[in-house]
Nanobody, 115 residues
Framework: QVQLVESGGGSVQAGGSQKLSCTGP????????LGWYRQAPQKDREMVSK???????TYADFARGRFTTSRDNDNKLLSLQMNNLQPEDTARYYC?????????WSQGTQITVSS
C-alpha cells in the first residue's frame, strides 16, 4: 500500500502563511504526477497545483501568485508554500499521486484561516 505522508497545517490569520510537506516512496516521486488538492466542507475536492515528473508545475487560478509548489525527487519531498492566506482557503489539504497504475492520497491536513 502506497503511503503519502503529509505534515504541516494548522490555523492562521488572514494574510498569514503556511507550509505543507509530503513524502512517500521513491518510485512514486520518480514516476508519478504529484499534486496538492483541497476540499472545503460541502464542496468537491479541487486541484491546487500539480507537478509532473519533469518538474513542470500547473496552478489553479486561485493559487497562482500566492502558492508555490516545489518537488524534490531525490529527497522524496513535495512542498506547498502558501502565502497571503484568506478565509476562503480554509479546507482540508491533500497531496496526491497520479501514476500509470493508480492514484494515491495522503491523509490530509486541515488549514483554517480566520479573518
Amino acid at each position: 500500500q502506497v503511503q503519502l505522508v503529509e505534515s504541516g497545517g494548522g490555523s492562521v490569520q488572514a494574510g498569514g502563511s503556511q507550509k505543507l510537506s509530503c513524502t512517500g516512496p521513491e518510485h512514486i516521486f520518480r514516476r508519478c504526477e504529484l499534486g496538492w488538492y483541497r476540499q472545503a466542507p460541502q464542496k468537491d475536492r479541487e486541484m491546487v497545483s500539480k507537478s509532473s515528473t519533469d518538474g513542470t508545475t500547473t496552478y489553479a487560478d486561485f493559487a497562482r501568485g500566492r502558492f508555490t509548489t516545489s518537488r524534490d525527487n531525490d529527497n522524496k519531498l513535495l512542498s506547498l508554500q502558501m502565502n497571503n492566506l484568506q478565509p476562503e482557503d480554509t479546507a482540508r489539504y491533500y497531496c496526491g499521486a497520479l501514476c500509470d497504475w493508480g492514484g494515491f492520497w495522503s491523509q490530509g491536513t486541515q488549514i483554517t484561516v480566520s479573518s
